[in-house]
């Protein structure tokens, strides 16, 4: 009997545009095809320059197209017929120009329109020189990208073509297929179970239009609820005020105050499986909030008394059956100390550390190096990654927590 490959029955829609990497491709729908899957692929016409469309059609046994509007003869449903049929698109090697057109919404050719017709994941593998990597506009586009759903495959620091040294190198692709195949594949581990995460920062008023914040945009909590709810679980998100859209397919309850976060975390808390506080909610508040805006020089305006705020985790803590209660400790010294005590004074199965003083970690970016740190003082340390993929891991983690149990 033969041997099952992995990506049987799966459409995977390469495609290819007008890098130097574009050879790369060819590997990666030759290692595609050997799994099983089916490989059409789309050149843009400048990916054309690079390599002929032939060799993708010898290695793949399927068409490479390139033209948007021959598709139009060959698919029932014309321009958008490789949309339909693809499970995933993988875009490989990604050019600057197809990540700025596709985060304009612009579908030009028969790639960016299969990309913007498609409702299967998206993948982009970006190949560029190092500088228009880092350029602020391919950054934004790539953080937007990232916000709406889409997945990358991020670029490796190496030589380039050009002679340069730094990030943009195309990941190898074992990489990429690797982690195609981890998305077709991934199993729904967490069906059936409810997990609410908490996201973002809390505000306490100080007066009707200043409040007391933080830095938190609430970027990986939204990664958490997206991630579990991709694997099958029945998520809540329980965010502050977030700096992007929460993602589709969670219930969020947008609260604003700590007080508020609190009400609406305990009131769910018991039914919960896993419970995720990702949220930066404010540790104090203002004592007394002025009716009127304060002005300056009016009596008092310049001293702000605090109060400590209620300790969400720690009550969770506290009221835990058996449920899997997972914290995030954002320090900028002693880091490890400071998160083992957290781990321990707030029940915690796992404590997950950031250091915030990183410029690649922590708050308001994309990526996040993280230690994961277990009761039994294990420690784990996650290498740099984007938030999506650490939050796998995150939930990879309560799962085995939960095995462990018997759960
Ligand atoms: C020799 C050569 C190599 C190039 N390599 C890259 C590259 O690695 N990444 C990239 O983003 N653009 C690269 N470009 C620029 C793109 O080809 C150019 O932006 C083009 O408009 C991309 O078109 P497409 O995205 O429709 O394929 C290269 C251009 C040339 C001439």
Redesign the pocket.
């Known amino acids: 009997m033969s041997k099952a490959k992995g990506l049987e029955g799966k459409t995977v829609v390469l495609g290819v ?5 574009a050879y790369k491709a060819a590997d990666v729908a030759s290692k595609l095809t050997q799994l099983g899957a089916c490989v059409p692929t789309v050149m ?4 054309t320059r690079f390599v002929a469309p032939l060799t993708f059609r010898a290695l793949t046994g399927q068409r490479a197209e390139t033209d948007l509007f021959a598709a139009e003869d060959r698919f029932e449903i014309g321009h958008i017929g490789l949309a339909e049929r693809a499970d995933l698109v993988l875009v490989a ?1 990604a ?4 990540l700025a057109k596709t985060a304009a919404g612009i579908a030009d ?1 028969l790639l960016t329109t299969t990309v913007c017709a498609t409702k299967a994941p998206v993948v982009f593998a970006p ?3 190092p500088r ?1 990597w880092e350029n602020p506009i391919t950054r934004r586009n790539v953080a937007l990208l990232r916000e709406l759903g889409y997945r990358f495959i991020d670029p490796e620091k190496g030589r380039m073509a050009c002679g340069t040294e730094g990030w943009g190198r195309l990941a190898s692709p074992q990489r990429i297929v690797d982690t195609v195949v981890e998305l077709l594949c991934r199993k729904q581990d967490l069906a059936g179970l409810r997990v609410l995460v908490t996201a973002g920062p809390t505000r306490e008023p100080l007066d009707p239009v200043r409040f007391l914040s933080n830095r938190s945009s609430g970027r990986m909590g939204c990664a958490l609820g997206s991630a579990a709810a991709a694997r099958g679980a029945m998520v809540t998100l329980v965010a502050g005020p977030l700096s992007l859209t929460p993602p589709p397919g969670v219930e969020t309850v947008s609260v604003l105050t700590t007080a508020e976060m609190h009400e609406a975390v305990i009131h769910r808390a018991d039914e919960q499986d896993i419970l995720i506080c990702a949220a930066a909610p404010c540790d104090f508040r203002a004592t007394q909030v002025a009716e009127q805006k304060l002005k300056k020089g009016s009596p008092g305006a310049d001293t702000i008394l605090l109060a400590p705020t209620v300790d969400i985790l720690r009550e969770l803590g506290a009221r835990k059956r058996s449920q899997v209660l997972i914290g995030f400790a954002a320090e900028t010294e002693n880091v490890l100390a400071n998160a083992a005590t957290k781990l321990r004074e707030k029940n915690l199965d796992l404590n997950v550390v950031n250091d915030v003083t990183q410029p690649d970690a922590g708050f308001e970016v994309e990526t996040n190096r993280v230690t994961l740190l277990s009761p039994d003082g294990r420690t784990e340390s996650v290498d740099l990654m984007g938030k999506r993929e650490l939050a796998d891991v995150i939930l990879d983690r309560a799962l085995q927590i939960r095995q462990s149990r018997g759960q």
Do not use: E, L, Q, R
Request: cysteine-free; aromatic content about 0%; charged content about 5%.
């Open positions: 545009t007008g890098g130097i990497a843009t016409s400048h990916a090697p050019t600057a120009n197809v050719d190949a560029m020189n228009m």
